[in-house]
């Protein structure tokens, strides 16, 4: 697929490490926080019983059409170019791509 035809299609969250994503419509929204229990429960523990995951350990972006992660600075360039910003959110001068601006 060529790059004119990439298209963003939804909210996703990348682990910083791991090979781990989080995907929904909005950050965060109820089908991310379900995801967010299911991963919890695979988590490992140290010797002071603290988590080796966290919810601080993902970046915010989105995937595109073809599965691809890009963070918002990157998904707002690809949005951009494929026509698909209805209204700019994010405040003045903003170089982010927000779930607001598809829809």
Avoid at 27 to 43: P, S, T
Avoid at 55 to 66: R, Y
């Amino acid at each position: 697929m060529s790059e004119e035809n990439k298209r963003i299609v939804c909210a996703a969250n990348k682990h910083k490490d791991r090979d781990i994503m989080l995907i929904g419509a909005r950050h965060w929204d109820k089908l991310m926080h379900k995801q967010w229990e299911e991963v919890k429960k695979l988590v490992f523990y140290d010797t002071l019983g603290r988590p080796d995951l966290n919810h601080f350990d993902f970046i915010q972006g989105f995937i595109d059409n073809m599965g691809d992660f890009h963070t918002r600075e990157e998904a707002l360039k690809i949005a951009t170019e494929a026509n698909q910003i209805l209204k700019k959110t994010g405040g003045e001068g903003s170089v982010q791509l927000f779930s607001e601006d598809l829809y």
